[in-house]
Nanobody
Framework: QVQLVESGGGLVQAGGSLRLSCAASGSIFSINVMGWYRQAPGNQRELVATITTTGSTNYGDSVKGRFAISRDNAKNTVYLQMNSLKPEDTAVYYC??????????????WGQGTQVTVSS
């Protein structure tokens, strides 16, 4: 089992910045991907950004150039720096981790979510 604890959400004005953090604990294996997805009311959950243990990143089209994902492997923590926020960034942001365990089984876990609200 893996536990993901998110922090850093809140209310910010358009054009502002927020930084999300997600700390993982439990049965964490050496090779995995961590990242963030988001879901706004009435919408499907969508990719924000992911990062592998080797630092390879992937971003959703709507956040490219504004958001930056990073991780501290020693702390099993992933960060999302969100700049130039827009009202359409308003959503619940979910931390995510996935990978393959020593038994070659795929696993994935989700955090509880943290609300980000951007006012116009």
């Amino acid at each position: 089992q893996v536990q993901l604890v998110e922090s850093g959400g809140g209310l910010v004005q358009a054009g502002g910045s927020l930084r999300l953090s997600c700390a993982a604990s439990g049965s964490i294996f050496s090779i995995n991907v961590m990242g963030w997805y988001r879901q706004a009311p009435g919408n499907q959950r969508e990719l924000v950004a992911t990062i592998t243990t080797t630092g390879s990143t992937n971003y959703g089209d709507s956040v490219k150039g504004r958001f930056a994902i990073s991780r501290d492997n020693a702390k099993n923590t992933v960060y999302l720096q969100m700049n130039s926020l827009k009202p359409e960034d308003t959503a619940v942001y979910y931390c995510y981790t996935a990978g393959v365990d020593p038994g070659s089984r795929w696993y994935e876990y989700w955090g509880q979510g943290t609300q980000v609200t951007v006012s116009s």
